[in-house]
């Protein structure tokens, strides 16, 4: 069964400053999707980048990026120039061939110091 | 706002008792997923609908059941509750089972089984 693995339960960091979250995933399949996803504490869980397995270029949205090793099956997420609004839960998933249904690590909370 | 509505945001209830909980979709989304957060499980996924269709099944309790109307709109019904069904339920719209499409989920509804 596909798992994903969230190893930081807790992360702080100081505003501007930069930080990586951590994800590992188990899988068998070649051609999937991952996922971070934030939850800030108004519960909405907001899509934050997704990559394609397929695809060798790491994605990257504004101050957030991905670091993706596929070979070590890791999926880390970098923000860059940490502000007060990324404080939050942050989810790593997995999109399973088939069902489409998403596979969710256990979340690392971020904090954001000022 | 991901455009998914879900009602209500908080139910508080009793054991043994049945809740039903809704969600609208985002305009034009056919497919509808539901998901279960709770401190014990994390985020797990529970089942999903297409244009009217169960399209996949997750970790559903048989005492949970859900459909998705004409409308497009979805319910989840939970009945014989027990303590440990207390937890955030999140609906996800997307406009079709591609993994192509991304899923955005609703603010949850929060039931409380006491």
């Known amino acids: 069964a596909q798992t994903v693995t969230q190893s930081q339960p807790e992360m702080s960091v100081q505003e501007a400053e930069t930080v990586t979250l951590s994800c590992t995933y188990d899988?068998?399949?070649?051609?999937?999707?991952l996922f971070w996803y934030k939850q800030p504490p108004s519960r909405q869980m907001i899509l934050v980048i997704r990559?394609?397995?397929?695809?060798?270029q790491n994605a990257t949205e504004n101050r957030f990026s991905v670091n993706f090793q596929k070979a070590a099956k890791s999926f880390s997420l970098k923000i860059s120039d940490s502000q007060l609004g990324d404080a939050a839960m942050y989810f790593c998933?997995?999109?399973?061939?088939?069902?489409?249904?998403?596979?969710f690590g256990q979340g690392t909370r971020l904090t954001i110091n000022p | 706002d991901s455009g998914v509505t879900q009602t209500p945001k908080h139910l508080i209830t009793a054991t043994g008792q049945r809740v039903t909980l809704r969600c609208s979709p985002r305009?034009?989304?056919?497919?509808v997923y539901w998901y279960q957060q709770s401190l014990d499980q994390g985020l797990q996924f529970l089942i999903q609908?297409?244009?009217?269709?169960?399209?996949a099944k997750g970790n559903i309790l048989e005492r949970f059941s859900a459909q998705q109307f004409p409308d497009l709109h979805s319910e989840l019904n939970l009945s014989s509750l027990e303590l440990g069904d207390s937890a955030l339920y999140f609906c996800?719209?997307?406009?079709?089972?591609?993994?192509?499409?991304?899923?955005?989920f609703g603010a949850g509804t929060r039931l409380s089984v006491l």
């Open positions: 609908y297409y244009n009217g269709e169960e399209r």
């Open positions: 899988t068998s399949e070649s051609d999937y999707y």
């Open positions: 998933a997995y999109q399973i061939q088939g069902a489409q249904k998403l596979v």
């Open positions: 990559q394609e397995a397929y695809k060798q």
């Open positions: 996800a719209s997307s406009v079709s089972p591609s993994r192509e499409d991304i899923q955005y």
């Open positions: 305009s034009g989304d056919l497919s």
